[in-house]
Nanobody, 121 residues
C-alpha cells in the first residue's frame, strides 16, 4: 500500500527556517517524480515545488523559488523541502505527493496527510 508521511512542520518566527521530510513506501520511489503542495486555511491548494525521479531537475512556484529547495534521497525513500526566510504568507498545511503510478504524466497519484507550518510575526 502506498504511503506518504510528512514531518518537520511546526511553529517558527518570521525569518526562520524549517525542513520538511516526506517518507514514502509502497512503490519504487526512485522511478517517480515527487512534489510539495500547500494549502492555507480558506484557500485553494497550490503547487510549491517538484523534483524528477533522479533529482536532476527541480521546479518552484514563483512565491518560493528564492527561498525554498526541494531535494530527495532515493536510498532513504525520502523527499525534503528546505524552507528559508519564512514569512506569515508561508503559513499553510504542506502536502507531499508522488506521481506514481503515472510514469509518463504530470498527474500525481497519491498524497500524504500533510504537516502544518505556522509562521508568526
Amino acid at each position: 500500500q502506498v504511503q506518504l508521511v510528512e514531518s518537520g512542520g511546526g511553529l517558527v518566527q518570521t525569518g526562520g527556517s524549517l525542513r520538511l521530510s516526506c517518507a514514502a513506501s509502497g512503490f519504487i520511489f526512485s522511478r517517480y517524480g515527487m512534489g510539495w503542495f500547500r494549502q492555507a486555511l480558506g484557500k485553494e491548494r497550490e503547487f510549491v515545488a517538484a523534483i524528477v525521479s533522479n533529482g536532476g531537475s527541480t521546479s518552484y512556484a514563483d512565491a518560493v523559488k528564492d527561498r525554498f529547495a526541494i531535494s530527495r534521497d532515493n536510498g532513504k525513500n525520502t523527499v525534503y523541502l528546505q524552507m528559508n526566510n519564512l514569512g506569515p504568507e508561508d503559513t499553510a498545511r504542506y502536502y507531499c505527493a508522488t506521481k506514481y503510478p503515472y510514469t509518463d504524466s504530470t498527474r500525481y497519484g497519491y498524497w500524504g496527510q500533510g504537516t502544518q507550518v505556522t509562521v508568526s510575526s
